[in-house]
């Protein structure tokens, strides 16, 4: 044998940008809440044909069909967004489960919950990232679509790795 130590497998450092991504999760998920719920009445208004104010004629039915187009199109670029930002949030559950999970030494009753969380926080994250990816690729066309797309695929290959180191620890006091 050389003296050489095996390579051990680290994951990538995240850069700068991915770590802006992080920041802000929960405000960026009010805030696109807020607009898909805005957008999404914007579109009950279309379809009823109400007036925005008391003192306008309802419109007619050609601004109608356009105005809910666009705030339908606008709520499903919304909640694109809202479900890559959702998926993050179950990625970073998933791997505070995960160290949870590695940290409990010698204790089986400590390890196997977090990790079966763990497990859960990436099934979530998978379904969230899914529906997030499907929804961003109507509007692939655009950068906005890579990015959201982009965002929930890394949640959910982080969170299949954080579910996997979970497996490990708990197997590993099994052993």
């Not at 051990?8 to 999760?25: H, L, M, Q, S």
């Not at 969230?128 to 655009?142: C, K, N, Q, R």
């Amino acid at each position: 044998m050389s003296g050489n130590p095996a390579p051990t497998k680290r994951p990538p450092k995240r850069d700068d940008d991915e770590e802006d991504d992080y920041e802000g999760i929960l405000e960026a998920l009010a805030g696109s809440a807020w607009i898909a719920v805005s957008a999404g009445l914007a579109v009950v208004y279309a379809v009823m044909g109400q007036p925005w104010t008391d003192h306008e004629p309802a419109p007619g039915i050609a601004a109608r069909i356009g105005m809910g187009i666009i705030a339908f199109y606008l709520c499903l670029a919304v909640a694109a967004a809202f479900f890559a930002r959702l998926a993050q949030v179950f990625e970073l559950w998933s791997e505070q489960c995960a160290i949870t999970a590695a940290r409990s030494r010698g204790r089986l009753v400590a390890r196997q919950p977090p990790a079966s969380m763990s497990r859960v926080m990436a099934g979530l994250t998978a379904a969230t990232a899914v529906t997030a990816e499907l929804l961003a690729s109507l509007f692939g066309w655009s950068s906005f679509g890579g990015d959201v797309s982009q965002r929930a695929h890394l949640a959910r290959l982080t969170a299949a790795a954080n579910a996997n180191s979970a497996r490990a620890a708990a197997k590993r006091l099994k052993a």
